[in-house]
């Protein structure tokens, strides 16, 4: 599925990844957790493609390397970022929204478009997943969403986009306990072995909720650890302190 | 500047779809203006005598007129010896019916997508079509006649109802009211004419479609819509012109009379050439309409202006009797080297009058987009109520939005409110947008119409769609 090998990247003469090597296989669920700066939030736009970044390396995603790729044609290619701060649209139909996203999606891959009713079944049960009132749709993408709502919209578009791969980027910033159990419900019923999954996170907590199948540790721009999901339990209780203090050792000029 | 900023800049970078001319057998006058041009504009229309003395009148009071300079707007001198004053397709004199019309006009039409066959068109929709100077063709005339509605051209009304152009002609935009309205006055040439008799809900949207053709000519009509007592009606106007490397003068005059109870919605999408990217050519827009809103009328204005490279135009509301409400709703768009000064002023005589202003700006590329507006409550304005909200949106960093509201309150029952927010259409947006799948071009349409969207709503639905398509053609380009 996804191999990603030596990736590097930097902004101006800041160097946040360093050189990141990584393979998800189909049907895994894997959580990158670490230190704030770590990069965590840099290596999930260096994926899906985001624009400033000076870029190494490579990101295969079934045979194809994503960083050749403009954004658009990576969501083709089925990369799904779930955004740590959704993106406010005011004016436009959050149903229109996601109709547009996902036809656009559609016929790059030279499918036919998704007929309107056909798109209002796969919109309404995307919305009992995330436990969504009828109304949401109507309402302006993001716009006035609490926070807790817009996390839950990421997860009802992931669910009408059905991607390859999906990364989560901080999905649990900013949510109460209630409004965590609906987005992992949600995430724990889209997976499946067609797709794989990066759970970006600073805490364990959602990893109660969501197991993952592995756990890497990401620090000063390395995957410097990786287990199962006992590792998450371990760094919940010892923090990231050994990590940093052998990267900045690991760090030093040779 | 980042690529992204770059790419948007090059979105903005829109080609003109209806820059074509058409070979029409013209009839011009030659340039130059003074008193024999008023007359010879006259005779051609074979007018009343009254009629080329309320010309006379306003040509002697334009000579003492100075052009304004108020408004935020960078102007080459006019020439108005330059301009012809009179410009129309020779034709046969009278149509009997639709096939009558010239065959090169109604192809002109077709190509601009406004088939002048009544069978192929909208059937809600009358049209009256305007070339140059003159009418060519006004559309339903019979349908329209049966619920007494009369909508002609202003000559045709001129002739077949004199006594209500008299009545109502200047009674709202006086022959002195401003510097292009005073040359309206003395030569305009054509326009539309409506009159909507006592509790007559007109059947079917008006609309008429004017088209600068010629080169070198000025196009100066007039419209007058007259609603008695209890009568409504919902107008249309669309506009285009060739692509010329000339500008060319636009100043026409609206008049709006809603009289007791009466409600007019009065629907632009203008689309004059708007030059091209280094700014040169495009339409210079004066335009100068105003409403009069008697007891508990209703007068609403909405307008989606994209064309042109100047736009000086203040859609405005009288509001005379008591309760009457007056709407304005504006999306004003200025890329390549546009500069839009527009804005509307509402004033406030009645007692218990409301007004609402909603303008959404959008400068792109070298635009400037300035919203100009005056809310006037006089002492008579009882519980006057005045809501206004003015949205900037700028896309790319060469463009400029400016704000300039007038608040005069005489009443101290009166409320205004103000807001106004100056946003940008953001990377993290467009980012947003392509991460699920839409391309720049799309991504960018959506986030601006998603900013027009209050005002768009107000658009009756063929017009919303056009408006719409039209922003995207405008804000497309070459995506790098």
Redesign the interface.
């Known amino acids: 599925m996804l191999h990603v090998k030596n990736l590097a990247a930097s902004i101006g003469d800041a160097e946040i990844l360093k050189g990141l090597d990584l393979a998800v296989g189909a049907g895994e669920v894997h959580a990158i957790m670490g230190p704030n700066g770590s990069g965590k939030s840099t290596f999930a736009h260096a994926l899906?493609?985001?624009?400033?970044y000076e870029i190494s390396g490579e990101a295969v995603l079934d045979g194809v390397d994503l960083l050749d790729l403009?954004?658009?044609e990576?969501?083709?290619a089925g990369?799904?970022?779930g955004?740590q701060y959704?993106?406010e649209?005011?004016?436009?139909n959050n149903m229109y929204?996601l109709r547009?996203?996902?036809n656009?999606?559609r016929r790059?891959r030279g499918d036919d478009e998704i007929s309107a009713r056909d798109f209002l079944s796969v919109a309404n049960e995307a919305m009992e997943l995330v436990e969504m009132k009828e109304g949401f749709l109507n309402r302006?993408?993001n716009a006035g969403f609490s926070g807790g709502e817009k996390k839950r919209n990421e997860i009802l578009?992931m669910a009408v986009?059905q991607p390859r791969l999906a990364v989560l980027d901080e999905t649990d910033s900013g949510l109460d306990i209630d409004a965590l159990r609906v987005v992992a419900n949600g995430v724990n019923s889209l997976r499946g072995p067609e797709r794989s999954m990066i759970v970006i996170t600073h805490y364990q907590r959602l990893l109660d909720y969501i197991k993952p199948d592995f756990v890497h540790v990401l620090v000063n721009g390395r995957i410097v650890d990786s287990g199962d999901h006992t590792l998450a339990l371990h760094l919940e209780e010892h923090g990231y302190a050994d990590y940093v203090d052998a990267a900045s050792l690991s760090g030093a000029p040779a | 500047m980042s690529e992204t900023m770059q790419g948007i800049e090059e979105l903005v970078d829109a080609s003109y779809e209806y820059g074509f001319s058409t070979d029409l057998d013209t009839d011009i006058a030659p340039p130059g203006l003074d008193e024999d041009t008023v007359r010879l504009i006259s005779a051609k229309k074979n007018e009343p005598e009254w009629l080329l003395e309320w010309r006379l009148k306003a040509f002697a009071a334009w000579q003492e007129m100075e052009e304004p300079d108020w408004a935020k707007l960078e102007i080459a001198p006019i020439d108005y010896q330059a301009i012809s004053y009179w410009a129309a397709p020779k034709q046969k004199p009278q149509l009997e019916s639709m096939d009558d019309v010239d065959p090169e006009i109604r192809e002109m039409f077709d190509k601009l997508g406004i088939p002048l066959h009544e069978q192929k068109m909208l059937s809600n929709v009358a049209i009256d079509a305007v070339v140059d100077s003159v009418s060519v063709t006004t559309t339903f005339k019979e349908t329209l006649a049966e619920a007494g509605v009369i909508f002609c051209s202003f000559s045709e009304a001129v002739h077949e109802h004199p006594e209500l152009v008299r009545e109502h002609l200047g009674s709202v935009v006086p022959v002195r009211d401003n510097f292009f309205a005073a040359l309206n006055s003395a030569v305009f040439s054509d326009g539309s004419f409506c009159y909507i008799p006592k509790g007559v809900r007109c059947p079917m949207e008006l609309s008429t479609y004017f088209r600068i053709n010629s080169m070198n000519t000025g196009q100066f009509e007039r419209t007058l819509i007259v609603a008695e007592d209890d009568s409504h009606v919902s107008y249309l106007e669309g506009c285009t012109a060739p692509q010329r490397d000339e500008n060319q003068l636009h100043a026409a005059v609206v008049e709006l009379v809603a009289k007791d109870r009466a409600e007019i919605k009065y629907s632009t999408v203008q689309n004059w050439y708007p030059g091209d990217e280094n700014g040169v050519g495009g339409i210079y827009n004066f335009v100068t309409k105003r409403g009069r809103a008697h007891t508990d009328a209703k007068i609403s204005w909405t307008q989606v202006e994209t064309g042109s490279s100047i736009t000086w135009k203040y859609p405005s509301v009288i509001l005379q009797g008591d309760r009457s409400v007056g709407e304005f709703y504006s999306v004003a768009l200025s890329s390549k080297h546009q500069q839009a000064d527009t804005g509307t002023k509402m004033v406030h005589i009645g007692a218990d009058t409301t007004s609402t202003i909603i303008s959404k700006g959008i400068s792109a590329a070298k635009g400037q987009n300035t919203y100009r507006g005056l809310v006037k409550m006089l002492r008579s304005a009882e519980n006057a109520r005045n809501y206004t909200q003015c949205d900037s949106l700028l896309i790319g960093k060469e463009c400029g939005a400016h704000t300039v509201p007038y608040i005069e309150v005489k009443n101290p029952s009166a409320q205004v409110e103000h807001e106004a927010s100056t946003s940008t259409v953001g990377e993290d947006q467009l980012y947003y947008c392509r991460q699920r799948g839409m391309n720049e071009e799309d991504a960018m349409a959506m986030i601006v119409n998603g900013f027009c969207r209050e005002v768009f709503d107000e658009l009756p639905m063929e017009f919303a769609v056009e408006a719409q398509r039209l922003l995207s053609v405008s804000l497309e380009g070459s995506v790098g």
């Open positions: 899906a493609g985001r624009e400033g403009e954004p658009e990576r969501a083709a990369v799904f970022l955004f959704p993106v649209i005011p004016g436009v929204f547009t996203a996902l656009s999606v790059a302006s993408v578009q986009m």
